[in-house]
């Protein structure tokens, strides 16, 4: 197999052949199809999160068909399946009886302590792999899988705000403005001040108004979803909400929130964390998707250019999602 590897942390991947991985108990070996490339694999990349076990293989949103199988796992070869952030939990601790693995203390990710899809083949828990709706080709479903998904349980966190605000208007922003749309939510797109490529996307998806993250419409927010990594704008949003109203943190990183006055605060508005995904959010997302339907704006890399593909992600040139093929 070939794959990109991160071998030092804030330093370009490498491009490596190894031998191919023998599937163990409960696993399967996917040959990988394509691969998307997400803002967590830069977090990843640039050491933002703890403990990165280098050397390793980046990748989470991976899509691949079976090609071998551990014992006890009853799936035939060439079946299609994603593989998304979540690897593996514990299933013993409290948040895992209580339906919150993704909270799992014990809990393992593709691509960060697992090695992920940044390679042709990859071996994961038959567990954490989800079957890949038959409207979506290859690189059109690699989106669905950390974008899509942290997207969804973003939105559903959200409640039913009919206003709702995204700030950072990427891979994730993308597929979730359509989903609320189909929902028949109104969209207000934040973006970079100066994006007008990106504001002019988010209204061809159908948000009523989009403009730079300094400024807001002239109406109160129901509730605001941030997919930019940038502690700054919780005040932001904050007081782009109405009393009562949500935001939403949507990463598994963020820049240090400055202080704020508690005014903006109070009325009862509150401020939550997304934390990874549950396997249930996958299957339900999964059968949603199709029915909106969510498309996905991809351009697609081959492997080797992966790091040409993380440096456009880091600077803000992609127009929806960077998938890699091998």
């Known amino acids: 197999m070939r794959a990109m590897v991160l071998r030092r942390v804030g330093e370009p991947l490498v491009m490596e052949r190894r031998p191919d991985p023998e599937p163990g108990p409960g696993q399967v070996l996917l040959d990988v199809a394509a691969c998307a ?26 899509v691949g068909r079976v090609v071998a199988t551990g014992a006890g796992v009853n799936i035939a070869a060439g079946t299609r399946l994603g593989v998304p952030w979540l690897g593996h939990t514990c299933g013993q601790c409290r948040y895992c009886r209580d339906g919150n693995e993704n909270l799992c203390d014990n809990a393992r990710f593709t691509g960060y ?3 992920g899809g940044y390679a ?13 709706p038959d409207e979506y080709s290859d690189i059109e479903a690699a989106p669905l899988l950390c974008a899509g998904l942290i997207g969804y349980r973003s939105l559903v966190m959200a409640g039913d705000a009919r206003r709702l605000g995204i700030y950072g208007f990427g891979a994730a922003a993308h597929i979730v403005a359509q989903v609320a749309v189909h929902q028949a939510r109104e969209v207000y797109a934040f ?4 994006d007008e490529a990106a504001q002019r996307f988010a209204m061809r998806l159908g948000a009523v108004w989009a403009g730079p993250s300094t400024e807001w419409p ?26 009562g109203g949500i935001v939403v943190c949507g990463g598994i990183h963020m820049s240090d929130i400055p202080a704020f006055p508690y005014e903006i605060l109070w009325g009862e508005r509150q401020v939550r964390s997304v934390a990874n995904l549950t396997r249930r959010d996958a299957v339900e997302f999964l059968e949603l998707a199709p029915q909106v339907p969510v498309r996905t704006h991809v351009e697609s890399f081959p492997l080797d250019q992966a790091n040409s593909a993380l440096n456009r992600l880091r600077e803000g040139r992609l127009e929806g999602a960077a998938v890699l093929r091998p």
């Not at 803002?39 to 293989?57: A, F, N, Q, W």
């Not at 973006?191 to 100066?194: I, Q």
């Not at 109406?219 to 949003?237: S, T």
């Open 37 to 62: 490339v997400c803002r967590t694999d830069l977090h990843v990349c640039d050491g933002d999160l703890p403990d990165v076990p280098v050397p390793v293989i980046p990748g989470h949103e991976i």
């Open 218 to 243: 002239e109406v109160e927010l129901d509730a605001a979803i941030l997919f930019a990594p940038v502690g700054a704008l919780v005040p932001a949003a904050l007081r782009a909400v109405r009393k």
């Open 191 to 194: 973006t970079r001040a100066g």
């Open 120 to 132: 042709t083949a990859v071996l994961a828990d038959h567990r954490y792999a989800f079957p890949i």
């Open 113 to 115: 302590q697992i090695d």
